[in-house]
Structures are given as structure tokens and as C-alpha cells.
């Protein structure tokens, strides 16, 4: 059975930094990433990663965030950097396996306010 686990969010100031995890099992994962929700609004990219190494991000988190991933840990990081009002959203992993099915984490929030 397919498990992601996220991890790392919360409540952070604007100008502040928060890093999210999310460790997946059962799954052997070709393309992990991250998206957010902000109320009211649709589901969006926010950074993925290959099982290479190669990334990409969505135009509003470049230079601010940073996606990596750990294979032998089946685990994936967001490093989110500078953060604003903006970037409040739940924040969801995805993993998606050799054969393009994808799977979902049930979501961290990330409240960015004063």
C-alpha cells in the first residue's frame, strides 16, 4: 500500500524559511513533488523532481525554493525561503510511479502571516 507522509508545516512570519518532508513507501517513485492549495483557489505545481535529479519549479517559488530528494529514502524536501502572504496554501506531495499513476499526501498547511 502506497504511504506519503508529510511533514513541516506551520505558522512562519514573512521573510522566514520552512522546509517540508514527505517520505513515501510502497511505491517506487519517478517523479515526486510538491503542489499547493490556497483557499479559494485550484490546486497548483509548486516544484518536481525527477528520480535524476532534474527540477522544476513554478514561476512564483523560483530563487525562493528549493525541491530536493533522497532516493534511498523514498523521501523528498521542499526548502521554502523568503516566504510571503502568497505562499499560504496546504501544501500536498506527490509521487508518481513508472507507469504515471500518481499518488497523493493528505496535506501540510503553511499559514505565512505577521
Known amino acids: 500500500q502506497v504511504q506519503l507522509v508529510e511533514s513541516g508545516g506551520g505558522l512562519v512570519q514573512p521573510g522566514g524559511s520552512l522546509r517540508l518532508s514527505c517520505a513515501a513507501s510502497?511505491?517506487?517513485?519517478?517523479?515526486m513533488g510538491w503542489y499547493r492549495q490556497a483557499p479559494g483557489k485550484q490546486r497548483e505545481l509548486v516544484a518536481i523532481?525527477?528520480?535524476?535529479?532534474?527540477?522544476n519549479y513554478a514561476d512564483s517559488v523560483k530563487g525562493r525554493f528549493t525541491i530536493s530528494r533522497d532516493n534511498a529514502k523514498n523521501t523528498v524536501y521542499l526548502q521554502m525561503n523568503n516566504l510571503n502572504s502568497e505562499d499560504t496554501a496546504v501544501y500536498y506531495c506527490n509521487c508518481r510511479n513508472v507507469f504515471g499513476v500518481d499518488y497523493w499526501g493528505k496535506g501540510t498547511l503553511v499559514t505565512v502571516e505577521p
Open positions: 523532481i525527477t528520480i535524476l535529479g532534474a527540477t
Open positions: 510502497g511505491i517506487i517513485s519517478n517523479i
